[in-house]
C-alpha cells in the first residue's frame, strides 16, 4: 500500500516545501516509486520547485529523478458544502493515481483549508517542520506567560488530534506517526535552543509525537530551488553543480539522518540486505 506522508504546519516559513522536495529525491534515489501533490493552491512553491528542476534537466541535458506527479483542484462552486464535497472527491481522485507509488508525499499549506485537513485524515505520516522560535511553538501549544508552563494544545495540534480520531474511526490499520521536526537550529543561540528543546519534549510526552533534527540555516537550500535541485543532487563527478564546502557536505548528512530517523516502510529488498 502507499504510505502517505504529509508536510504540515499552519504557519509559513517553516521549511515545508524545501523539506518535502529533499524526501521526495531521497526516497527516488534509493529506488522507490515516489508521488508528490501540492495542496498549496495559491503559493505552489512545491509545484515550481518540481517545475524548475523540469526545465533544469532539459536545459543541461542532465538525468534527474523525478515523482509522480498528481494535481488537486480548488472547487469554484459557490455552496461551502458542495464546494468541500467536490475537493474531497479531487483529493480521493489524485491520491487513487498514486496507488502503484511506494509512497504519497503531501505538501499542505501554511492555512487551516479543507483540503490540508481531509490530507492529514489519510496520513500515515506528519511531518511538521518548526523554526525553532517560539512564535512557531505557539501553533502546537499555548505556554504560560507569567509561569512558562504549558497550558495545552493550541490550533494545529487540535487538527492533528481530530485527524488521529477521524483516521480510527474509518478502521484503518495502524495509527498516524507524527514527528516534528527542528529546522534552522543555530549555535549561536544557545540559550533559545535549549528552552525551546526542553518545552518540545515535554509537549512530545503529552500529545504524542516524536522529535526529529531537520535541516540548518543555510543559504544552499534558498539558492537551489531556481534549479530545481536538492542537496542530494550535488557531489559526485556527474553532479550538475559540485559541493563547494564542507557545510555543504554537513547538510547532505543532515537529509540523510532525518530520512533516517522517519522510520519509513522499506521495500523486501532492502529488508533482505540488511538482514544479510
Given at each position: 500500500m502507499t504510505h502517505v506522508i504529509v508536510l504540515g504546519n499552519e504557519k509559513g516559513g517553516s521549511g515545508k516545501s524545501t523539506t518535502?522536495?529533499?524526501?521526495?529525491?531521497?526516497?527516488?534515489?534509493?529506488?522507490?516509486?515516489?508521488?508528490?501533490v501540492d495542496l498549496d493552491l495559491r503559493q505552489r512553491s512545491l509545484t515550481r520547485y518540481l517545475e524548475n528542476r523540469r526545465k533544469f534537466s532539459e536545459i543541461k541535458d542532465k538525468a534527474l529523478v523525478f515523482p509522480v506527479i498528481s494535481e488537486v483542484y480548488a472547487s469554484s462552486l459557490d455552496s461551502r458544502e458542495e464546494a468541500r464535497k467536490r475537493e474531497t472527491e479531487n483529493?480521493?481522485?489524485?491520491?487513487?493515481?498514486?496507488?502503484?507509488?511506494?509512497?504519497?508525499?503531501?505538501?499542505?499549506?501554511?492555512?487551516?483549508?479543507?483540503?490540508?485537513?481531509l490530507a492529514h485524515m489519510h496520513a500515515d505520516t506528519i511531518l511538521t517542520p518548526l523554526n525553532d522560535s517560539f512564535v512557531d511553538f505557539d501553533l502546537l501549544a499555548r505556554i504560560?506567560?507569567?509561569?512558562?508552563?504549558?497550558?495545552?494544545p493550541s490550533l494545529?495540534?487540535?487538527?492533528?488530534?481530530?485527524?488521529?480520531?477521524?483516521?480510527?474511526?474509518?478502521?484503518?490499520?495502524?495509527?498516524?506517526?507524527?514527528?516534528?521536526?527542528?529546522?534552522r537550529l543555530s549555535a549561536t543561540r544557545a540559550r533559545n535552543k535549549k528552552n525551546m528543546g526542553e518545552?518540545?519534549?515535554?509537549?512530545?510526552?503529552?500529545?504524542?509525537?516524536?522529535?526529529?533534527?531537520g535541516f540548518g540555516d543555510r543559504v544552499i537550500y534558498r539558492e537551489l530551488f531556481p534549479m530545481g535541485l536538492t542537496l542530494l543532487d550535488l557531489g559526485g563527478r556527474d553532479a550538475p553543480?559540485?559541493?563547494?564546502?564542507?557545510?555543504?557536505?554537513?547538510?547532505?548528512?543532515?537529509?540523510?539522518?532525518?530520512?533516517?530517523?522517519?522510520?519509513?516502510?522499506?521495500?523486501?529488498m532492502e529488508e533482505e540486505v540488511q538482514a544479510a
Open positions: 518535502a522536495m529533499h524526501l521526495i529525491v531521497a526516497l527516488l534515489k534509493s529506488g522507490r516509486k515516489v508521488g508528490a483529493l480521493q481522485a489524485a491520491l487513487s493515481a498514486l496507488e502503484g507509488c511506494d509512497f504519497a508525499v503531501i505538501d499542505c499549506p501554511g492555512a487551516d483549508t479543507h483540503l490540508s485537513r504560560d506567560p507569567e509561569t512558562g508552563r504549558i497550558t495545552g494545529y495540534s487540535e487538527m492533528v488530534w481530530d485527524a488521529r480520531k477521524a483516521r480510527a474511526m474509518t478502521g484503518a490499520p495502524g495509527g498516524i506517526d507524527w514527528v516534528v521536526i527542528r529546522n518545552k518540545l519534549e515535554d509537549l512530545a510526552s503529552r500529545i504524542g509525537f516524536r522529535l526529529a533534527r553543480v559540485k559541493l563547494s564546502t564542507m557545510s555543504h557536505v554537513t547538510a547532505r548528512l543532515e537529509i540523510r539522518s532525518l530520512v533516517a530517523t522517519l522510520n519509513l516502510p522499506q521495500s523486501e
